[in-house]
């Protein structure tokens, strides 16, 4: 089966995103850091001066911690969704609702 410019390149990017979570940098750098970013590291409370300090670093700490964490999960997930989409493309003809 010939494949189209867009599924070639949504192909690519997923086996690329999958590349990268096997490389060594990535498990032994990057990897730990996304998951330390998005795990308790939440503003002490006593710390703040008012309750709308404390409100603003809460939800500045935690934007980001959902930010470390949608790139972990989207790193992580690559190699699965990679091979899903190459399937689904590869077997258009069988309906499986890929577009």
């Given at each position: 089966m010939?494949?189209?410019?867009?599924?070639?390149e949504k192909i690519a990017k997923w086996e690329a995103l999958y590349r990268i979570s096997q490389s060594?940098?990535?498990i032994?750098?990057?990897?730990?850091?996304?998951?330390?970013?998005?795990?308790n590291k939440w503003p002490d409370?006593?710390?703040?001066?008012?309750p709308e300090e404390f409100h603003k670093q809460y939800t500045e700490q935690y934007g980001?911690?959902?930010a470390y964490k949608e790139l972990y999960n989207l790193i992580e997930s690559s190699?699965?969704?990679s091979r899903t989409l190459t399937s689904?493309?590869?077997?258009?003809?069988?309906?499986?609702?890929?577009?």
């Open positions: 010939i494949l189209n410019k867009e599924d070639k060594t940098d990535y032994e750098y990057l990897k730990p850091i996304l998951q330390e970013a998005f795990n409370p006593t710390q703040a001066k008012t980001k911690a959902m190699g699965s969704v689904q493309i590869k077997n258009k003809k069988k309906g499986y609702g890929l577009s």
